[in-house]
T-cell receptor
Framework: GAGVSQSPSNKVTEKGKDVELRCDPISGHTALYWYRQSLGQGLEFLIY????????KSGLPSDRFSAERTGGSVSTLTIQRTQQEDSAVYLCASSSGRWNGYTFGSGTRLTVV | DQQVKQNSPSLSVQEGRISILNCDYTNSMFDYFLWYKKYPAEGPTFLISISSIKDKNEDGRFTVFLNKSAKHLSLHIVPSQPGDSAVYFCAASAGSQGNLIFGKGTKLSVKP
């Protein structure tokens, strides 16, 4: 597609359940990033995939968070045993190179009740 | 410890006047800086960037200034338009890292 696609756009889940968030990056973009934005906060880096290299997981807030990128394309962010503090907008971005900036998707708004 | 700081959470400007959004950073290894604009319920969109070898970059109504000695950059919008009302994020990266570090954003309101 022409842009970065994220699904679902909204997700309401009960505390303790697992959720999966999906990101389809722009075709050909080798780098893929996950960020989240909590209410009133900036964009918090979570994880970064670059080509076939091992991902940079340094931003993941706990071991309940994990992400995969299959075939160098689609990525799934999984949150296990969700907590209320996980409620945020989860944003995915892709890039074709450091000097080309990022293209963001519209995000998934996750609400944990 | 915030490496990229936007100390003004909001800014209100009259249509036609200049909007100046400020950003400070602490990491001297940052060599690439970007501004993103975000409307509600949408992802951030890229606006303008500058590398550390420059001190100014201009694109239409938008100009970014970089003062490396002060570790400060600013975004100027002239003239401001009501459609510019959005949250503006400053971001930075260093050659040694792959990800962008974002500030908390400044909400700009341009009043007709």
């Amino acid at each position: 597609g022409a842009g970065v696609s994220q699904s679902p756009s909204n997700k309401v889940t009960e505390k303790g359940k697992d959720v999966e968030l999906r990101c389809d990056p722009i075709s050909g973009h080798t780098a893929l990033y996950w960020y989240r934005q909590s209410l009133g906060q900036g964009l918090e880096f979570l994880i970064y995939f670059q080509g076939n290299s091992a991902p940079d997981k340094s931003g993941l807030p706990s071991d309940r968070f994990s992400a995969e990128r299959t075939g160098g394309s689609v990525s799934t962010l999984t949150i296990q045993r969700t907590q209320q503090e996980d409620s945020a907008v989860y944003l995915c971005a892709s890039s074709s190179g450091r000097w080309n900036g990022y293209t963001f998707g519209s995000g998934t708004r996750l609400t944990v009740v | 410890d915030q490496q990229v700081k936007q100390n003004s959470p909001s800014l209100s400007v009259q249509e036609g006047r200049i909007s100046i959004l400020n950003c400070d950073y602490t990491n001297s290894m940052f060599d690439y800086f970007l501004w993103y604009k975000k409307y509600p319920a949408e992802g951030p969109t890229f606006l303008i960037s500058i590398s550390s070898i420059k001190d100014k970059n201009e694109d239409g109504r938008f100009t970014v200034f970089l003062n490396k000695s002060a570790k400060h950059l600013s975004l100027h919008i002239v003239p401001s338009q009501p459609g510019d009302s959005a949250v503006y994020f400053c971001a930075a990266s260093a050659g040694s890292q792959g990800n962008l570090i974002f500030g908390k954003g400044t909400k700009l309101s341009v009043k007709p």
